[in-house]
């Protein structure tokens, strides 16, 4: 079993930016692809970024692309998102998601089988 727990969210002015953090805890938690989404009220849940296990091959959602940044530290079992020049349509519940089922790049959150509670990021114009 793996657990997954979310930080960092808060209220930002547009340009700024917000480090998310999901520190991952469990025995299987090691070979693992992992990645953040986001949903906003009314809108189905989006993918945002995805991260290899094992390295740093990473996919991102276009309109994130130059902006946000996907990263791990194996040894501290922790999942980043660096988010930068934020705007008001990135507000949403980010969430983050792993899956020992596979290692690779991961974009469709039905193949996830382990998820986080949920940070609010909040950009005001």
């Known amino acids: 079993q793996v657990q997954l727990v979310e930080s960092g969210g808060g209220l930002v002015q547009a340009g700024g930016s917000l480090r998310l953090s999901c520190a991952a805890s469990?025995?299987?938690?090691?070979?693992?692809?992992m990645g953040w989404f986001r949903q906003s009220p009314g809108k189905e849940r989006e993918f945002v970024a995805a991260i290899k296990w094992g390295g740093f091959i990473t996919r991102y959602l276009d309109s994130v692309k130059g902006r946000f940044t996907i990263s791990r530290d194996y040894a501290q079992n922790t999942m980043y998102l660096q988010m930068g020049s934020l705007k008001p349509e990135d507000t949403a519940v980010y969430l983050c998601?792993?899956?020992?089922?596979?290692?690779?790049?991961?974009?469709?959150?039905?193949?996830?089988?382990?998820w986080g509670q949920g940070t609010q990021v909040t950009v005001s114009s």
């Open positions: 469990g025995p299987t938690f090691r070979r693992s692809a």
């Open positions: 998601a792993a899956t020992t089922r596979q290692t690779g790049l991961i974009t469709v959150g039905s193949e996830y089988e382990y």
